[in-house]
Nanobody, 122 residues
Framework: QMQLEESGGGSVQDGGSLRLSCAAS????????LGWFCQAPGKEREFVAL????????FYADSVKGRFTVSRDNPKNVMYPQMNSLKVEDTAVYYC???????????????WGQGTQVTVVS
């Protein structure tokens, strides 16, 4: 069964950057999509970004466009969300997930990582 593991979270100053990683335990079908979501305390899980399994067609939530990018290293089976110009309101647990369709709806994602905490301090 597919397993996803996030890493790279931590605490960063307002305006700083972090690069997260999401490692998949095995290959998936070419129509798979890797998504990034975040969940702040007391809030629902929200879509952040996604990218196709082969590393193309990234798509971003309006709140992160121009600040976050997502890429994928296919040989290493790892996805890299790059978070720049971080804001205090970006503070959340960030999750990667896998779906078999191009979707930003978290309910359509079949596999989830355990999450990594990102804290942005002023």
């Amino acid at each position: 069964q597919m397993q996803l593991e996030e890493s790279g979270g931590g605490s960063v100053q307002d305006g700083g950057s972090l690069r997260l990683s999401c490692a998949a335990s095995e290959r998936s079908s070419s129509n798979s999509v890797l998504g990034w979501f975040c969940q702040a305390p007391g809030k629902e899980r929200e879509f952040v970004a996604l990218i196709r399994w082969r590393g193309y067609s990234p798509f971003y939530a309006d709140s992160v466009k121009g600040r976050f990018t997502v890429s994928r290293d296919n040989p290493k089976n790892v996805m890299y969300p790059q978070m720049n110009s971080l804001k205090v309101e970006d503070t959340a647990v960030y999750y990667c997930a896998l779906a078999y369709e191009y979707t930003s709806n978290p309910q359509d994602y079949k596999y989830w990582g355990q999450g990594t905490q990102v804290t942005v301090v002023s």
